[in-house]
């Protein structure tokens, strides 16, 4: 693979809402953990993904379970309709006994939730409408 073609992997992956990504074929293993505004950045401007549509959602960082409630507190890190800003914890991703942010790609209002508490969500699944 190419400089060139993981760069358009990466701003693939930064469009989708995809934080994280890890490939893997025989003698080859690619794993990205990317920052939109390193990516973005780093890509002639006619490249660069269209963040306008891209971001109108949170979407989940990873694999595991979607918790609408911190599993400590039981209380929403954010509630809907709450104004956020770019890279807030808004929500929780559990993974085994680990919990993982859920971050605001962009500033907003946090609207509802897209999938349901318990719910195994995958990379880049939706999870809350941004507004």
């Keep these: 693979m190419t400089a060139d073609e993981i760069e358009r992997l990466a701003a693939w992956c930064v469009a989708?809402?995809?934080?994280?990504?890890?490939?893997?074929?025989?003698?080859?293993?690619?794993?990205?953990?990317?920052?939109?505004?390193?990516?973005?950045?780093?890509?002639p401007a006619a490249e660069a993904p269209r963040t306008d549509v891209?971001?109108?959602?949170?979407?989940?960082?990873?694999?595991?379970?979607?918790?609408?409630?911190?599993?400590?507190?039981?209380?929403?890190?954010?509630?809907?309709?709450?104004?956020v800003r770019k890279d807030e914890t808004v929500g929780v991703l559990q993974v085994g006994p680990c919990l993982k942010a859920i971050v605001a790609p962009a500033d907003g209002t946090l609207g509802a939730a897209l999938a349901e508490d318990g719910a195994v969500v995958g990379y880049g699944t939706p999870l809350y409408e941004l507004l």
């Excluded at 025989?26 to 950045?41: I, M, T």
């Excluded at 109108?56 to 809907?80: C, D, Y």
Aim: one cysteine or more.
């Design 16 to 43: 989708a809402g995809i934080a994280e990504i890890e490939l893997e074929e025989a003698g080859f293993s690619l794993c990205l953990r990317l920052q939109s505004d390193v990516v973005e950045a780093r890509l």
């Design 54 to 83: 891209a971001m109108k959602s949170v979407r989940a960082p990873g694999v595991g379970v979607f918790r609408l409630a911190h599993p400590t507190t039981g209380h929403p890190v954010v509630e809907p309709g709450q104004p």
